[in-house]
């Protein structure tokens, strides 16, 4: 351990400059001062010889102007490798200053025009690619040379480094001590020597007064900001009409597994119900891009993380009616290295009733044909039986009868899409009114209990599926059965 004459207690003032031995070694001479910063510190220098000498010796600091800051910076390992060789990203990222980024305080007018810079210049990309917030930077350092022998960079350590940035939060780095004990630095030499360090807050605690009357500064500037933000919003806020309810829904088709062939893509479209509309420029169909698959486990995943929008407003005409939702239809094909194609599936997925994320995997099914012919033809020039309407997956909307057959069709069960939907819902109905809780609410009214009438919604739909189901087994049974059953009654 260091011997107790060598203990030495320095309090240091922020971007306080204390010279080390080297420093004031190097600055005395002429030779060595390049730049005003240098001259500068050779005059500080001089005035303190004349006044009899520093009062530290072993800790000094380096500021935020010196070029140990610089160096300090650019010369940081990314790995622990003792033979580092830095990449062309970290070359490129150790020229991109943080620390001093002197922006220009941007005005109003200008970022409502400029939001997006279509033609960025080098400077632009070079200075705006990274987080951009200014931090000043400053080390304070110990010099743990042997005694008679200071002024030497290699045994220049650091013991504590504190970072301000433009957001105001001040990072130490070791922590101050507190009851955590004194650090600890062990030098390689012939000695071992090991030092203590401990890092305390000398700072002055600030008055009631004085703190009060800050709270009020930063009460008054956090009002001034938020007035600031709200100019740049604006007051309109779009409002749907009374009656009508809009769904807005960001999806994104998440990925595909478990079909037979590689390089899928998936084809759909959103089919909008009686009482829905969309804005003109909505696109209410796309198709993803090609995307092969990797092996996952037992399944082969095709990857698409493909997002779409979609905006749509319901009008109530009836009360009594509970309104059916958008149906979204989807395909699944796969194209192979000749550009055939094959449908691997066929599915549906009615959008959530209620708003918020869903994670919604739909299985899949393609129609096929009886013989190995079939197959044979779409394994060797591609090709497969497809439904020329696509919402006969369901019941198609355009169907107009009162049974739909699908009696001797075929189908073949296949994979599955995984579909997230983040859904919002509007409506002037959900607003918070007295008068609308006294009396009887409307069928758009009680959309604002979304759970309880997605479950009116499902508990009528089976109803109806059950109801048709008797409806149909009474039709198939003899009529004289049915006389003797209600004459024995």
């Known amino acids: 351990r260091a011997p107790e004459d060598e203990e030495e207690v320095a309090e240091v003032g922020w971007q306080e400059k204390l010279f080390s031995q080297f420093e004031v070694d190097l600055y005395l001479n002429e030779s060595a001062c390049q730049t005003p910063l240098d001259w500068q510190y050779r005059e500080e220098i001089q005035k303190l010889e004349k006044a009899g000498g520093r009062k530290n010796c072993r800790i000094f600091t380096y500021t935020d102007h010196d070029r140990f800051t610089n160096l300090e910076e650019l010369c940081q390992k990314v790995t622990d490798l003792d033979h580092e060789v830095p990449s062309y990203l970290v070359e490129r990222m150790a020229n991109v200053r943080r620390r001093r980024q002197d922006r220009r305080p941007v005005e109003a007018s200008t970022l409502k025009s400029k939001i997006i810079t279509w033609e960025p210049s080098e400077e632009f990309i070079k200075n705006n690619h990274v987080i951009n917030t200014p931090v000043q930077t400053m080390y304070i350092m110990g010099d743990l040379g042997p005694y008679g022998k200071l002024g030497r960079r ?82 309109d806020f779009e409002m749907p009409l009374p009656g009508t309810l809009r769904l807005f829904v960001n999806g994104e088709i998440v990925s595909a597994q478990g079909y037979e062939y590689d390089n899928l893509y998936v084809h759909f479209f959103l089919e909008l119900p009686n009482q829905w509309s969309s804005p003109p420029f909505q696109q209410l169909s796309g198709v993803t ?139 002037k109905a959900f607003l918070e009114n007295s008068a609308l809780r006294q009396r009887m609410q409307s069928v758009l009214d009680r959309l604002g209990g979304f759970s309880q009438q997605s479950s009116v919604y499902n508990v009528l739909e089976a109803f109806q599926r059950a109801r048709r189901r008797m409806q149909e087994a009474r039709e198939s049974l003899p009529q004289d059965l049915i006389n003797t059953s209600a004459s024995a009654v």
Not at 332 to 351: A, K, M
Not at 405 to 413: D, K, V, Y
Request: with cysteine; aromatic share 14%.
């Open 154 to 235: 290699e045994y220049e350590n650091v013991l504590c480094t504190i970072k301000v940035d433009g957001n105001g939060v001040i990072t130490v780095k070791p922590d101050f001590t507190g009851t955590k004990g004194a650090y600890r630095i062990e030098l390689d030499g012939e000695k071992r020597e090991v030092w203590e360090y401990t890092i305390e807050n000398a700072s002055a605690q600030v008055q009631p007064e004085e703190q009060e009357r800050e709270q009020r500064v930063f009460r008054d500037l956090y009002g001034r900001h938020k007035d600031y933000l709200s100019g740049l919003v604006g007051t």
């Open 289 to 427: 891009q090609t995307c092969a698959t990797k092996a996952v486990g037992w399944d082969n995943v095709a990857y698409f993380c493909y997002p779409f929008t979609v905006d749509m407003f319901y009008t109530q005409e009836d009360e009594d009616s509970l309104p059916q939702w958008p149906v979204l239809y989807f395909e699944v094909l796969s194209l192979d290295f000749w550009q055939r194609y094959r449908v691997e599936g066929y599915g549906s997925l009615v959008l959530p009733a209620y708003p918020g994320v869903h994670m919604l995997t739909i299985p899949t099914w393609r129609p096929v044909e009886l013989g190995t012919v079939a197959e044979m033809r779409r394994f060797f020039i591609g090709g497969s039986p497809e439904l020329e309407d696509l919402t006969y997956v369901r019941i198609p909307s355009t169907f107009k009868g009162k049974r739909l057959s699908r009696f001797g069709f075929r189908t073949e069960t296949t994979g599955s899409v995984t579909f997230r939907l983040c859904c919002l819902q509007q409506s």
